[in-house]
């Protein structure tokens, strides 16, 4: 399966959007079942669940929701050129776009594309945030848009200024010359609950002003390449030209923007994702000030953990995100995190997970200060640094899942002086074959290892006598390529 985005493109896609909005003077119990403000709203996931049965509840009322709001739910076309052979083109030219696929064999689409200038239109959704003007969607949407047109749900049209967008949060924010526009009310993702009823309203397909309902599956799921967003997962059906949409919950506060399926197929399989709006508008705010957005850096990399690295390290559960490399110079090199290193604690907010670690992070600014919890040789360590800017050459926070399988069987030989050198290394090991519960684990040969529970590896002896005297399971960092990985082994 991939994640995929969701916008409807022909020949490219695009944008992501954050903001706030003049909130309309409402009260939502004027319009909902009797019984559903009690027992749906979002605020429930902060109550204790009584003992004994549990009964069953009214669904809110998505008319409502949608006959209230659905005005400011807005369609977005894009037009655009790419250069051929760009990145985020394929190999025939044509744009690498996850729906592209739909399109070929089309008239217009078959065959190698011309070289020189593409054609790039796109087709997503939004929602207005400001009675000004002020809209929000993603930032896939309107990439490479020379022109944005927003249409209303009254089919008036308006051309739109791309304020800004932040590819890093796939957010993005459009600026249309209009007044006394119809506005969402926003909501707060911390109060939603699992299990919390949703709504999309969007333009699947082309199809405008759909809605679709569901419940919240999960919060805060970290996606390869999103580092800086903890998602909302949802089972509302949405599709290719959802992305940007709004996403409320039982009572009509947009708490997310629509922007991901998890796909076999590139159309919607049950799992859908959408960024929380507290991290849109927070992008929004730098973009409306500043007209770009910075995001804090740490200098980490890190991996989700296990049992069997909590087990390596000591730990008695696998919680906080682990350390698997440190950038030089960076903010956690200052502080003097090391690899090996597991992240309890952020400025007082717990990591469960390892995707917490850099979501907190993204939302700091450069210059901020940050305290930070670690576990060290089994004992907690307190630390405290302060963030730097992230640059497109380097990465804030690196959000890496090793995903080893676990008697070691490995058969090493030291580097030479050329290895260290090519691999940027001042130690390690080079692992020439490799059989039984380490090849299991997913250790293969060519692999160099690096340090052994957070200790480092300096020669082939040092590595037999660091294995001799571990437990039940051995935690391994490797290097292989230009990647750093813990790997975690069952000795046997």
């Known amino acids: 399966m991939k994640i995929k985005s969701l916008t409807l493109s022909m020949m490219a896609a695009g944008v992501i959007a954050a903001g706030t909005a003049n909130a309309l003077n409402w009260n939502p119990s004027n319009w909902l079942h009797k019984n559903t403000p009690e027992q749906v709203s979002p605020a429930v996931a902060t109550q204790a669940v009584p003992d004994g049965p549990i009964g069953p509840i009214t669904a809110p009322n998505y008319r409502a929701i949608v006959e209230r709001f659905g005005p400011a739910v807005v369609g977005i076309n894009t037009e655009g050129v790419a250069k051929a052979g760009m990145k985020g083109m394929d190999d025939d030219g044509l744009p690498d776009d996850p729906f592209f696929q739909f399109f070929r064999g089309m008239p217009g689409f078959g065959g190698r594309a011309p070289r020189g200038d593409v054609p790039v239109r796109g087709q997503g959704s939004g929602f207005i945030i400001g009675k000004d003007g002020l809209i929000l969607t993603n930032a896939h949407v309107v990439r490479d848009a020379d022109e944005v047109i927003v249409k209303l749900n009254d089919r008036r049209e308006y051309k739109a200024k791309v304020l800004g967008s932040d590819p ?96 076999r197929t590139g159309g919607y399989e049950g799992v859908s994702f959408a ?71 952020y400025n007082g907010h717990a990591i469960t997970r390892s995707g917490d670690l850099p979501a907190l992070v993204g939302m700091g600014k450069p210059g901020d200060a940050a305290k930070l919890e670690v576990w060290r040789a089994g004992k907690t360590v307190e630390l405290s640094t302060t963030l730097t800017e992230a640059s497109d050459s380097l990465a804030s926070d690196d959000h890496s899942s090793a995903r080893p399988q676990g008697k070691l069987g490995l058969a090493v030989r030291p580097l030479s002086p050329e290895e260290k050198h090519e691999a940027n290394l001042a130690s390690g090991v080079m692992i020439e074959r490799v059989t ?13 290892i690096i340090a052994v529970n957070g200790t480092p590896v300096k020669s082939v002896e040092q590595l037999q006598d660091l294995l001799s005297k571990e437990g039940k399971h051995v935690a391994l960092l490797i290097q292989r390529g230009d990647t750093k990985i813990f790997v975690p082994v069952p000795l046997g």
């Open 168 to 263: 890093a949060t796939d957010v993005a924010v459009l600026k249309i010359d209009a007044r006394d526009l119809p506005v969402v009310k926003l909501g707060d993702p911390e109060r939603l609950g699992v299990g919390d009823y949703v709504l999309a309203i969007g333009s699947p397909f082309g199809f405008e002003q759909s809605a679709t309902a569901g419940i919240v599956s999960a919060k805060g799921r970290a996606l390869p390449g999103d580092a800086y967003v903890p998602f909302i997962q949802t089972d509302v059906a949405v599709n290719p030209g959802n992305s940007g949409g709004p996403l409320f919950d039982a009572n009509g506060n947009v708490v997310g923007i629509n922007s991901q399926i998890y796909s």
């Open 275 to 345: 960024i929380p709006i507290n991290v849109a508008l927070h992008v929004k705010d730098q973009i409306v000030k500043n007209g770009k957005v910075s995001h804090a850096r740490l200098g980490v990399t890190i991996q989700e953990l296990n049992q069997t690295l909590a087990d390596s390290f000591k730990l008695q559960q696998p919680q906080g995100a682990l350390v698997s490399s440190v950038a030089p110079g960076s903010a956690a090199a200052k502080a003097g995190i090391k690899a090996g290193d597991v992240i309890m604690k």
């Open 436 to 448: 039984g519960a380490a090849a299991r684990a997913g250790v293969a040969s060519g692999d160099v």
